[in-house]
């Protein structure tokens, strides 16, 4: 088993990221993460999928994808020369007995706190999933309310864009 | 010209070179109709009983023509009736457009009355679908559902047209024939490494599917065989590609296949797929499939390579052109040892077939049948099937001489499809066809024997009536220990009277003497007739791959004493 990302240029269209997950349902491919948005040119999306698995389902799920017609490109990113990137946003009870701890963490793992109540602090980490998880480790005896990840987003380093295929 | 969302679809259609369409109007296709009353002598519809008859028509009919069959229905369960045609049409790469109309905009979404989001309902059974909500786009939405229907790998596209559009009104420009998208052109490389793959065998098997038919390449896949001394055999799909007079040809192989066909399929060190997609019907156990062979696989569709079975060399591309490529470098040399090998194969088919002759005790065996029917059809002669073990049958003894003249379910295995089929490739191929189905198949959308009569069209319904689901039963006397579950179907229907009430000729046969009679006024009949067929219920479908099982464990012959 290893990880992948695989980038998606599709269309900027309703039901496109239906046909999408459909597309993945109905195949049985089983995925990490999905993240979409509009890039620089609106007619547009990026589709940033993540997942562990072998080498046939990551080939698998590619040349589905090539086969969806609001599919206009799909790329691989190679796992060392990739930038990847995730955001999560957790909401902590705010306690005399956690407070200290929950700022000296977020101070480490360079978060920010995006807000802060009598009863609550919410505390905003980017960065690799890695370091995601290890900072809900730290928080998990604290008193976790809530949270939210966004999945993956990833660029590859250097001058590699998507257009640069073989 | 300003036409409406209505009149654009007739025009379209027209404009795109369809000259039948198939299907049942309704409520929120009123105004799609309504174009069509006006449009009678350019585009001509033929009315069926139900929408899945429909949907079958227009399957059948891009089988035998090669275009892109169209069917309308209506939202709502006329849209839900047309699911398992467009399904089978997706199975079979066959190329059609369905179009449907919904509730007008402003009711999307609130449940109206025969609502159905039937985009997202046929999302994974079709190429692409459009729910086609502006009525400036609708022109750009159906060119584009013709071209992605025959473009590649082709299949059926949906276009969803809600009623308020069909109303609104836009100008209209008519265009021509929309093109394919271009194939990609295989690189010289890869064509260099399938020739030496070809060059350095000495058992080569050229195994053809769907695509070969698709594309007419059958005289290249022929030349291909001659020139490099191999045989040929075929996939379901690839039915009626190859002649099978063609002496090199060793017909279908996999789970039903021809004997001589699956045994040379194993005994190859070199498998050339074209247009082929390794289905489990026709592998068995796919990790014994061909062990120690190379294989090379010619497919427009990327996604076939290496999906079921890993292969040696991949040509994602226009087969034709990689096919031309690869007859001209091959060097030409004759393989005596793989020649005399394959037609041994063939000596020892015919030497198994004579034993299961002799074993058979039924006064009208299904091959006998077949036998007649080849005598009574001639190469223009479409022929037509459900599903079941009449269709491995048929697919086994019927005798093609040429392409697009086999129309028959395969990936999807949909009973009730040979009679809308058969309609569907009556209309496009003007040629007498015969539909072969069972009792069980027929039973199912029997109802489209009213649109044969009402069209008067020349179809020969031969029906193979043994009482029970004779392919599922076969099973359960094989592998669960002959519990006939809800396979004994014991009705008692009246074939012949059934098909005169609906106004069709009718013989019933259970003779060779009888079936020879009844097939040759049939066959003189200008309408429909139906020649209802007595056959025992415990003929078997042979040769067989058991389930699980790969070609070394096929089993050829049945004692039936041995079932007992």
């Given at each position: 088993?290893?990880k992948?990302?695989?980038?998606?240029?599709?269309?900027n269209?309703?039901g496109?990221?239906?046909?999408?997950?459909?597309?993945?349902?109905r195949?049985?491919?089983?995925?990490?993460?999905?993240?979409?948005?509009?890039?620089?040119?609106?007619?547009?999306?990026?589709?940033?999928?993540?997942?562990s698995?072998?080498?046939?389902?990551?080939?698998?799920?590619v040349?589905?994808?090539?086969?969806?017609?609001?599919?206009?490109?799909?790329?691989?990113?190679?796992?060392?020369?990739t930038?990847?990137?995730?955001?999560?946003?957790?909401?902590?009870?705010?306690?005399?007995?956690?407070r200290?701890?929950?700022?000296?963490?977020?101070?480490?793992?360079?978060?920010?706190i995006?807000?802060?109540?009598?009863?609550?602090?919410?505390?905003?980490?980017?960065?690799?999933?890695?370091?995601?998880?290890?900072?809900?480790?730290?928080?998990?005896?604290?008193?976790?309310?809530?949270?939210c990840?966004?999945?993956?987003?990833?660029?590859?380093?250097?001058?590699?864009?998507?257009?640069?295929?073989? | 010209?300003?036409?409406?969302?209505?009149?654009?679809?007739?025009e379209?259609?027209?404009?795109?070179?369809?000259?039948?369409?198939f299907?049942?109007?309704?409520?929120?296709?009123?105004?799609?109709?309504?174009?069509?009353?006006?449009?009678?002598?350019?585009?001509?519809?033929?009315?069926t009983?139900?929408?899945?008859?429909?949907?079958?028509?227009?399957?059948?009919?891009?089988?035998?023509?090669?275009?892109?069959?169209?069917?309308?229905?209506?939202?709502?369960?006329?849209?839900?009736?047309?699911?398992?045609?467009?399904?089978n049409?997706?199975?079979?790469?066959?190329?059609?457009?369905?179009?449907?109309?919904?509730?007008?905009?402003?009711?999307?979404?609130?449940?109206?009355?025969?609502?159905?989001?039937?985009?997202?309902?046929?999302?994974?059974?079709?190429?692409?679908?459009?729910?086609?909500?502006?009525?400036?786009?609708?022109?750009?939405?159906?060119?584009?559902?013709?071209?992605?229907?025959?473009?590649g790998?082709?299949?059926?596209?949906?276009?969803?047209?809600?009623?308020?559009?069909?109303?609104?009104?836009?100008?209209?420009?008519?265009?021509?024939?929309?093109?394919?998208?271009?194939?990609?052109?295989?690189?010289d490389?890869?064509?260099?490494?399938?020739?030496?793959?070809?060059?350095?065998?000495?058992?080569?098997?050229?195994?053809?599917?769907?695509?070969?038919?698709?594309?007419?390449?059958?005289?290249?896949?022929?030349?291909?065989?001659?020139?490099?001394?191999?045989?040929?055999?075929?996939?379901?799909?690839?039915?009626?590609?190859?002649?099978?007079?063609?002496?090199?040809?060793?017909?279908?192989?996999?789970?039903?296949?021809?004997?001589?066909?699956?045994?040379?399929?194993?005994?190859?060190?070199?498998?050339?797929?074209?247009?082929?997609?390794f289905?489990?019907?026709?592998?068995?156990?796919?990790?014994?499939?061909?062990?120690?062979?190379?294989i090379?696989?010619?497919?427009?569709?990327?996604?076939?390579?290496?999906?079921?079975?890993?292969?040696?060399?991949?040509?994602?591309?226009?087969?034709?052109?990689?096919?031309?490529?690869?007859?001209?470098?091959?060097?030409?040399?004759?393989?005596?040892?793989?020649?005399?090998?394959?037609?041994?194969?063939?000596?020892?088919?015919?030497?198994?077939?004579?034993?299961?002759?002799?074993?058979?005790?039924?006064?009208?065996?299904?091959?006998?049948?077949?036998?007649?029917i080849?005598?009574?059809?001639?190469?223009?002669?479409?022929?037509?099937?459900?599903?079941?073990?009449?269709?491995?049958?048929?697919?086994?003894?019927?005798?093609?001489?040429?392409?697009?003249?086999?129309?028959?379910?395969g990936?999807?295995?949909?009973?009730?499809?040979?009679?809308?089929?058969?309609?569907?490739?009556?209309?496009?191929?003007?040629?007498?066809?015969?539909?072969?189905?069972?009792?069980?198949?027929?039973g199912?959308?029997l109802?489209?024997?009213?649109?044969?009569?009402?069209?008067?069209?020349?179809?020969v319904?031969?029906?193979?009536?043994?009482?029970?689901?004779?392919?599922?039963?076969?099973?359960?006397?094989l592998?669960?220990?002959?519990?006939?579950?809800?396979?004994?179907?014991?009705?008692?229907?009246?074939?012949?009277?059934?098909?005169?009430?609906?106004?069709?000729?009718?013989?019933?046969?259970?003779?060779?003497?009888?079936?020879?009679?009844?097939?040759?006024?049939?066959?003189?009949?200008?309408?429909?007739?139906?020649?209802e067929?007595?056959?025992?219920?415990?003929?078997?479908?042979?040769?067989?791959?058991?389930?699980?099982?790969?070609?070394?464990?096929?089993?050829?012959?049945?004692?039936?004493?041995?079932?007992?």
């Amino acid at each position: 088993m290893s990880k992948y990302v695989i980038a998606v240029y599709v269309d900027n269209k309703p039901g496109v990221l239906t046909r999408v997950s459909s597309m993945f349902t109905r195949r049985g491919f089983n995925i990490d993460t999905l993240t979409v948005g509009e890039i620089e040119n609106p007619a547009y999306s990026r589709i940033t999928i993540s997942l562990s698995g072998d080498e046939y389902t990551k080939n698998q799920i590619v040349v589905q994808l090539n086969k969806l017609h609001n599919v206009q490109m799909v790329k691989v990113l190679s796992d060392e020369s990739t930038v990847k990137r995730e955001l999560m946003i957790i909401k902590m009870k705010n306690t005399p007995n956690n407070r200290a701890e929950i700022m000296a963490a977020a101070e480490v793992y360079k978060g920010k706190i995006i807000d802060y109540s009598v009863s609550t602090i919410s505390v905003e980490v980017t960065g690799e999933p890695v370091k995601i998880d290890a900072f809900i480790e730290l928080m998990m005896p604290l008193g976790i309310l809530e949270m939210c990840r966004t999945g993956i987003v990833a660029i590859e380093r250097g001058a590699e864009t998507m257009f640069s295929q073989e | 010209m300003k036409l409406s969302g209505s009149q654009i679809v007739i025009e379209c259609l027209i404009e795109q070179g369809v000259t039948d369409v198939f299907g049942y109007p309704g409520g929120q296709v009123l105004n799609i109709y309504d174009a069509l009353y006006n449009a009678g002598d350019r585009i001509n519809h033929v009315l069926t009983a139900h929408e899945q008859g429909a949907a079958h028509a227009a399957d059948g009919y891009a089988r035998v023509t090669g275009k892109v069959g169209v069917v309308i229905a209506t939202s709502g369960p006329g849209a839900t009736n047309l699911v398992t045609g467009i399904a089978n049409a997706m199975l079979d790469s066959v190329p059609m457009v369905a179009i449907t109309g919904n509730v007008p905009t402003s009711l999307v979404g609130k449940d109206s009355f025969q609502e159905v989001d039937i985009t997202g309902i046929t999302l994974p059974i079709t190429k692409h679908n459009y729910f086609v909500k502006d009525i400036n786009e609708l022109a750009a939405c159906l060119r584009e559902a013709f071209k992605i229907a025959k473009s590649g790998r082709p299949g059926p596209v949906l276009v969803d047209i809600p009623k308020d559009v069909q109303i609104a009104t836009v100008e209209f420009e008519p265009e021509g024939v929309v093109e394919s998208f271009p194939e990609k052109k295989v690189k010289d490389s890869k064509i260099a490494e399938a020739v030496r793959l070809i060059n350095e065998c000495e058992k080569p098997y050229i195994y053809v599917g769907g695509g070969v038919m698709s594309r007419n390449l059958g005289e290249d896949v022929m030349a291909l065989s001659e020139k490099i001394d191999g045989c040929i055999g075929c996939t379901f799909m690839g039915l009626s590609s190859i002649p099978d007079s063609y002496e090199r040809f060793l017909g279908m192989q996999g789970m039903h296949g021809h004997y001589a066909s699956s045994m040379a399929n194993k005994n190859a060190d070199l498998i050339i797929g074209i247009g082929i997609r390794f289905s489990d019907r026709a592998t068995g156990n796919t990790q014994k499939y061909s062990k120690g062979a190379k294989i090379i696989q010619l497919d427009v569709d990327g996604a076939e390579i290496n999906k079921n079975i890993m292969v040696d060399a991949g040509l994602i591309g226009d087969i034709g052109d990689s096919l031309k490529r690869i007859l001209s470098a091959v060097e030409e040399k004759s393989r005596p040892l793989w020649h005399e090998e394959f037609e041994k194969l063939k000596e020892d088919e015919k030497k198994i077939e004579k034993l299961n002759d002799e074993k058979s005790t039924s006064i009208l065996p299904p091959k006998k049948v077949f036998e007649i029917i080849n005598k009574h059809k001639d190469e223009n002669t479409v022929i037509a099937t459900d599903v079941g073990q009449h269709q491995m049958w048929a697919a086994q003894y019927t005798d093609f001489e040429k392409n697009r003249k086999f129309v028959s379910s395969g990936g999807l295995g949909t009973m009730g499809y040979g009679l809308g089929a058969a309609i569907g490739a009556q209309v496009g191929s003007h040629n007498k066809t015969i539909l072969v189905t069972g009792d069980g198949s027929f039973g199912m959308n029997l109802n489209e024997l009213a649109t044969a009569v009402t069209y008067n069209l020349p179809i020969v319904v031969v029906l193979l009536n043994n009482g029970v689901l004779g392919m599922v039963r076969q099973w359960q006397t094989l592998f669960y220990g002959k519990r006939y579950s809800n396979t004994v179907l014991g009705r008692k229907t009246n074939f012949p009277l059934l098909a005169e009430a609906f106004g069709a000729a009718a013989y019933s046969a259970a003779t060779v003497e009888e079936f020879e009679k009844a097939m040759a006024e049939a066959m003189k009949c200008e309408g429909p007739v139906l020649i209802e067929v007595a056959i025992e219920k415990d003929e078997f479908v042979l040769p067989m791959l058991p389930p699980g099982g790969s070609i070394e464990d096929i089993i050829v012959t049945i004692d039936k004493e041995e079932t007992q």
